[in-house]
């Protein structure tokens, strides 16, 4: 198989970058190691910036997320039985987020790659990318897993197939730098049939630790608890679950969380993570294969969109002007927004969560970082910025 670019991966990332070089007429395919139902069942939350949502829209998959989705014009941070507005919309000019699920956006950009006759090989195996360092790069796989090994000739190769991937491999360990912080604690995350019980987000930092309460639809909700990520998920009866949720989500003045049947719940370590450069010779690496973020912050989907986004720019440059600068800065245009929504989201990660390895001094100054953001327009308003997205650089 001959195409202009081979994705491996086909995650958000990797079906952004595809749907992208379509757009301009460059050719491009995906593997991808999962099936297609195990990738469109990979469920996450989804809190989506608004240049992404209107990316959606120039796309022209955003038709179920005008529909099913949640704008949001704020979220609600908690502490001390006390909640506080961040008025998102009033603090950036009108700007809101969207609350659509990964695993829907994920079905979204299949249903379109497919339908504008894009290739996307699932359940492939043995993948291994060579080449990088020449003027011709290849992608050897296994269609079938472990079936008759396929190749695909291309100008570029793309790794965007997440932290395990060959993608980051592929770029020599004595070039590559990687940046890493993992968080002694983790994530106990639920989906409940019940009513809503606020109209938006509320991030807490009470009682045992960080609690956020989202929603996933007028009957389904998400939620999630700080816990030991060591944790078994036996150890964590609903009983459990509902009294920790109402004690770090509970206020001064009677309000009741709506509780109702637990029907998923599992558990999630919590790390950060850089690698640089996040490109060698014809490679470049995109979304989980080049970072990870807690998800405190919202930023990992909108992070990942926004490299394939920077790199589809880049190579409508090279392809139709012959003109690669945009390709040979790729890594550093894409390191500055990284490193910012990285800042953004250890931010918020410490600052909503208890660490016991922390003093009480510093619990303290975390109480103090919610309290600067109730007092402070500009502390809000540089949070607000944040959460709703940077500008583009």
Request: aromatic share 8%; hydrophobic share 40%; charged share 20%.
């Amino acid at each position: 198989m001959r195409v202009q670019v081979g994705i491996v991966g086909a995650g958000p990332a990797g079906l952004f970058l595809a749907l992208l070089l379509h757009r301009a007429g460059i050719s491009a395919v995906n593997i991808e190691s999962r099936s297609r139902r195990e990738v469109e069942d990979t469920i996450r939350a989804g809190v989506l910036e608004q240049w992404l949502v209107e990316l959606m829209h120039e796309l022209g998959i955003g038709g179920r997320m005008a529909t099913d989705g949640h704008v949001h014009d704020g979220i609600t941070l908690q502490w001390d039985g006390q909640r506080h507005h961040v008025d998102i919309a009033g603090l950036t000019g009108g700007k809101r987020v969207m609350v659509y699920p990964q695993h829907e956006v994920l079905r979204d950009l299949v249903a379109a790659r497919l339908a504008q006759g894009g290739e996307i090989v699932f359940g492939v195996g043995g993948t291994v990318i060579r080449g990088v360092d020449t003027d011709h790069p290849a992608i050897d796989y296994r269609p079938d897993g472990d079936g008759p090994l396929a190749t695909i000739d291309c100008d570029y190769v793309v790794g965007a197939d997440g932290f395990h991937g060959p993608g980051r491999q592929a770029i020599p360990k004595t070039l590559r730098r990687e940046y890493q912080k993992v968080y002694p604690f983790g994530w106990l995350g639920i989906l409940t049939r019940a009513p809503v019980s606020w109209p938006e987000l509320i991030y807490a930092n009470q009682g045992d630790g960080f609690a956020l309460l989202s929603t996933r639809s007028p009957e389904i909700q998400r939620m999630y608890v700080q816990c030991d990520p060591t944790d078994h998920i036996a150890a964590w009866s609903d009983d459990r679950i509902w009294g920790e949720l109402q004690a770090r989500l509970g206020t001064h003045d009677g309000w009741a969380l709506q509780e109702g049947e637990i029907f998923q719940k599992g558990i999630i370590p919590l790390r950060s993570f850089v690698c640089e450069p996040m490109q060698y010779g014809r490679l470049f690496i995109a979304g989980d294969a080049a970072h990870i973020v807690p998800p405190t912050g919202a930023k990992g989907l909108n992070l990942a969109v926004a490299d394939v986004l920077v790199l589809s720019r880049a190579l409508t440059l090279q392809y139709l002007h012959n003109d690669r600068s945009g390709l040979d800065q790729y890594s550093a245009t894409c390191l500055r927004r990284i490193w910012k929504g990285e800042r953004f989201s250890w931010y918020m990660t410490t600052m909503l969560h208890r660490n016991a390895a922390e003093s009480d001094f510093e619990r303290r100054i975390h109480f103090a970082d919610l309290d600067l953001v109730r007092t402070s327009a500009l502390q809000a308003g540089s949070l607000a910025e944040n959460y709703v997205g940077l500008p583009f650089d």
